[in-house]
Structure formats: structure tokens, C-alpha cells
């Protein structure tokens, strides 16, 4: 798409816009059980990420600018109008948010559950990628994605066909091999995106591949970590939810020197923002991007 619709038609747009997903229809929530239920079981047989772990991939550079802008994104492809509305507001050059113009990101970062209600390629055509293209036909974007729960309903074979093939998305450019990446940002900053396949393990190409990048930092080096699930909310139930991501921390990140000030989220539908006591870091989730919320972030000198 090289054009932006003058109206709503399929003729125009090129897809069919969708109505919102009908949670509480019975049809729609025992289809959506059944698929999450086949994908569990599956998963731990055929691990797409062990396939798709095999191909080469660098960590990106993304820190020649003095400054760098990101858009970041998750819980995006239910209802047109929610998943467009956002979609364009990020095609804008500037937004004026509390009095302060706010750039336009030149990357953006979908942080899981690409579409809904499940992963598949017809819906990730009219949910996702009809509705981006249609808001942003032609100015260029980075564009980098980490899977949720939902794109794995199809054991991740849709969402790998659509951001580790080099398509594009109207202007927006995708370059990952994998479905997890580490990009490095200006003036010591990091950002690596895990794939954690419904909060399991991480496999071992995945942690091999970020053992590298991290081999790059220096001491002082700052992480921002993405994941595609708040397992910090759960450590009351179950106080090893968060061990995953503690290890990672641990292991690979501050085993180099490297700090963490900052985990971005979504999957919960709505904008939190938790600090540690007595520290230094932030844990944000700002899903339902396909309904209210995204985040602009800029990386600068500290």
C-alpha cells in the first residue's frame, strides 16, 4: 500500500476492516480454549523457536543518532477502529502530550499478542497488518516484535511468516531473523526482547544469542528489557514466576556489568507502572494498544 484510504471500503483499505473480538461469545471462547490448550500441549513436542533459532542474526544497530525515539506498542490487533486509532496516532511526525511535543519513534516495538484471538495468517492480514499499513503506507520505520500468548495459539508459524521474513508492513520495515532480538541503542543503552513461549524456559539458541550481544556491553552498560508477560504479578501465587526473568537478569545481563532500570510489558490490557523500593528499576506494562495505550521512550544521554 503506497496510499492512505480516502474511506472505509475494502476497495480502498485493501482489507476488510474487523469488529472487536467477541470474548463472551461461547463459540469464540471455546475456539480460542481449545487452541490455547493444543498449543501448550504441542509446544513443549515442536518448538518453533528451535527451528527458526538456526537462522543468523546480528544484534541491530540502532546507535549512531544522539537521540533515538521509540514507540512501543503490545495487545494490538482486535477492532479496527481501536487498532487503527493507535496505529495512527504513531504515524504522526509529533504529538503534543501534556503541553510537550513528542517526536515520531524512528523504531518501533510490538511487545506481544500481535492479533487476536489467535494466531493466524487471515488474522494478522485484517487486524495487524491491514490497519498499520493503511495509517503509515510509505514513511519508513524499524519495526521489531516479540510474540504473546496469542500468536503462539498457532505454534508461532504465522507470526514467524509475517516479522522474520523481511516483509514489509505499508512503511514499516522488518529485519529480525527470530521471533526475540537485541538492539543496540545509543549513548550504552540495550534493548533485548525475549521470547518466552507462554512464560516457559528460554531455549538455549535464545540464550546463546543474547550471551553474545551481552558480550558487547560494557560495565554500566543499561538494559531495557521487553517481555511478553508481568510474571511479576504472580510471585504471590507463585513465588517462582518471575525466576525466568530473574536468571536472565543475572546470567547474562549482570554477569557483563550490565543494569536493568527498565522492563516493558504487555498482555494485561492496560497501563501500570511499578518502581522497586529502594532501587532503581521500573516495570512497565502498557498493553491494549489495540484499544487505548502505547508509549513513546526516548534514549538519550544520561
Known amino acids: 500500500m503506497s496510499h492512505r484510504p480516502k474511506d472505509l471500503t475494502p476497495e480502498q483499505l485493501r482489507f476488510v476492516p474487523q469488529k472487536p473480538v467477541r470474548w463472551l461469545s461461547p463459540r469464540t471462547l471455546i475456539d480460542t480454549s481449545m487452541r490455547f490448550g493444543l498449543a501448550r500441549v504441542f509446544g513443549g513436542y515442536v518448538d518453533k523457536r528451535e527451528i527458526i ?33 493507535v496505529a495512527y496516532l504513531m504515524a504522526q511526525d509529533e504529538l503534543d502530550v501534556g503541553g510537550e511535543r513528542l517526536p515520531r519513534g524512528s523504531v518501533l516495538v510490538m511487545g506481544g499478542d500481535e492479533v487476536y484471538p ?29 510474540p504473546g500468548n496469542h500468536d503462539w495459539f498457532d505454534g508461532l508459524t504465522a507470526f ?51 550471551q553474545r550481544a ?48 527498565l522492563i516493558l510489558t504487555g498482555d494485561r490490557h492496560h497501563y501500570a507502572h ?8 521500573h516495570l512497565v506494562g502498557a498493553g491494549a494498544a489495540g484499544r487505548t495505550c502505547r508509549r513513546r521512550t526516548r534514549c538519550r544521554s544520561r
Open 53 to 85: 533459532g538456526g537462522r543468523p542474526q546480528p544484534v541491530y544497530d540502532h546507535s549512531g543518532a544522539e537521540e533515538l525515539w521509540i514507540d512501543y506498542v503490545a495487545d494490538i490487533g482486535d477492532g479496527f477502529n481501536a487498532t487503527y486509532s
Open 214 to 261: 551481552a558480550e558487547r556491553m560494557q560495565p554500566g552498560d543499561q538494559v531495557i528489557l521487553c517481555v511478553a508477560q508481568p510474571s511479576w504479578l504472580w510471585t504471590e501465587e507463585d513465588p517462582r514466576s518471575f525466576d525466568r526473568i530473574d536468571h536472565f537478569i543475572r546470567d547474562v545481563i549482570a554477569a557483563r556489568g550490565g543494569r536493568v532500570p
Open 160 to 210: 514467524a511468516r509475517q516479522f522474520t521474513e523481511g516483509r514489509t508492513i505499508g512503511g514499516y520495515r522488518t529485519f529480525q531473523k527470530r521471533s526475540y532480538y537485541a538492539l543496540n541503542l545509543p549513548h550504552r543503552w540495550w534493548l533485548f526482547a525475549l521470547d518466552a513461549q507462554f512464560d516457559t524456559h528460554l531455549d538455549q539458541n535464545q540464550i546463546e544469542y543474547f
Open 118 to 146: 489467535a494466531g493466524d495468517w487471515v488474522e494478522y492480514e485484517q487486524r495487524m497488518k491491514g490497519p498499520y499499513e493503511a495509517a503509515n503506507p510509505g514513511s519508513p520505520v524499524a519495526l521489531y516484535a516479540i
Open 274 to 281: 511499578y518502581s522497586e523500593v529502594d532501587g532503581v528499576r
